[in-house]
């Protein structure tokens, strides 16, 4: 009942819904740009919602978990990492994924709101640490679409799988585009 609601609701805000989710598999990290807006999130939730892909994560500080916020982000797919014992984000977040029976996490590069010059690439090397695919989301406010890629498991050619990243998000805009990543082939990442 509630992805019939999340559907109805996005169809009214005029968005549609391309490509697919890959419910087949049950790990994987879902890549999502731009990231220009706090609205991004809301849109988010109910995209997973229609798709009814409730098992979508996303990681944050330990802290964040603890009351009274605890229970609600937890609620909304948050996951606590535990950075403790000198494990990086990155090593933090692949032992989770090679852990859990099912772990498909939301991340977005730019990793804020803002305007960045360069992409954080800690998604790639936990999907080739977790030895999960890839699967890109483009949020494209221009369109009023929300566009899912098949899974790309990297292959350690960072360069050239940059390249095929981009190349799928090239052309979307953000809710505020001017806050976009450019992404083309010729950016920095």
């Known amino acids: ?17 391309t490509g697919r ?3 087949e598999l049950n790990k994987f990290i879902i890549v999502v740009m731009p990231h220009t807006s706090n609205w991004d999130f809301p849109l988010g939730l109910l995209v997973r919602s229609a798709l009814k892909a409730r098992n979508i994560k996303f990681v944050a500080k330990d802290s964040l978990f603890k009351p009274p916020f605890g229970a609600i982000f937890r609620a909304l797919g948050g996951y606590p990492i535990d950075r403790s014992g000198g494990l990086g984000y990155v090593d ?7 852990r859990e029976p099912q772990f498909v996490l939301t991340v977005t590069p730019e990793g804020t709101r803002s305007k960045v010059d360069k992409l954080k690439t800690g998604f790639y090397y936990i999907a080739l640490g977790a030895d999960v695919p890839l699967v890109l ?3 494209d406010y221009g369109k009023k679409e929300v566009a899912w890629s098949k899974p790309f498991y990297p ?14 998000f090239e052309g979307a805009k953000g809710k505020h585009p001017e806050l976009g990543y450019p ?6 990442h």
Not at 183 to 188: F, M, R, Y
Request: glycine content about 4%; charged content about 30%.
């Open 155 to 168: 292959t350690g050619d960072k360069e050239k799988d940059f390249r095929e990243i981009l190349k799928f």
């Open 137 to 139: 989301v483009s949020f």
């Open 92 to 98: 933090a977040v692949v032992k989770i994924i090679k």
């Open 1 to 17: 009942m509630l992805s019939v609601i999340s559907k109805t609701i996005l169809r009214l805000l005029g968005w549609k819904i």
């Open 21 to 23: 989710y890959p419910h």
């Open 183 to 188: 992404p083309t082939l010729n950016a920095k």
